[in-house]
């Protein structure tokens, strides 16, 4: 098993993955920026752990403070200096990304993995910042990650079979199944995903429908479990609004121009669940 993985980032996937990792019984450093972002991350991580079983009947019960104790909470890239994996997952813009990597790769073992955890970044683009971009890799979990059993996996130009053989060891040891697909924009779920959620978008500007009802057409006809703007909401509408500009930058088509709505909602501060507000409230 790959024992020491650094995660780096606190926002809603970071803690998903740190905590994902720590319930699977492996040793994790966290990295962000503030104590106070780390803070809350802890306590978000006992939360989440202490209400687990009521999301997932299946699961065993496992104690937050055991868990928390398999977690290094820290501001400090140099505690990473004997990590075997590395999950990066700050936000969704390739200013801030490109100042991570050249970082990990002055700390971080030679062998060790880096995998990104985007929905639309170039795989490739991020390696070829690093030293090693054989072992450069994509990894785009799914919200909430303890409860997403699948993981799309992007092999970028200069992945190794060996780093996604890692891969796949570190995605079993998670007690997910990785599919691997080849770097583009978006990868697969995301050029598709970002597509519908921008379109329904649109339907509410246009008042062609309100988000409840747009939502209710997806469930109701087609059996997704949430609809197309409640998943924007979990997502987070800032993240969408990143994940739909790299596509429209990357593929100079205006099929993927983002909803002025879009944008007046991130601009407004209505991210979705993680501030409570977005198409719907939360509490």
Known sequence: MIDCIGVIGAGVMGIGVAQNLAQTNHRVVLVDVSEGILEKAQAEIYKNVRFGRLLDKTASPQDPR??????????????????????ENVVEKWEVKKEVYPLLDAI?????VFAANTS????????????????????????????????????????????????????????KEGVVVNDSPGFVSNRVLMLTVNEAIYLVQEQVASAAEVDQIFKSCFGHKMGPLETADLIGLDTILYSIDVLYESFNDSKYRPCPLLKKMVDAGLHGRKNGQGFYTYQ
Do not use: Q, W
């Open 66 to 87: 055991e868990v928390l104790g398999r977690i290094r909470f820290t501001t400090e890239y140099e505690a990473l200096h004997d990590v075997n994996f590395v999950v």
């Open 108 to 112: 971080c073992p030679p062998h060790t």
């Open 120 to 175: 639309a970044i170039s795989i490739t683009r991020l390696g070829g910042i690093t030293r090693r971009p054989d072992k450069v890799l994509g990894m785009h979990f799914m919200n909430p990650v303890p409860l997403k059993p699948t993981v799309e996996v992007i092999r970028g130009y200069h992945t190794s079979a060996e780093s996604m053989s890692i891969a796949r060891e570190f995605l079993e040891g998670m007690g």
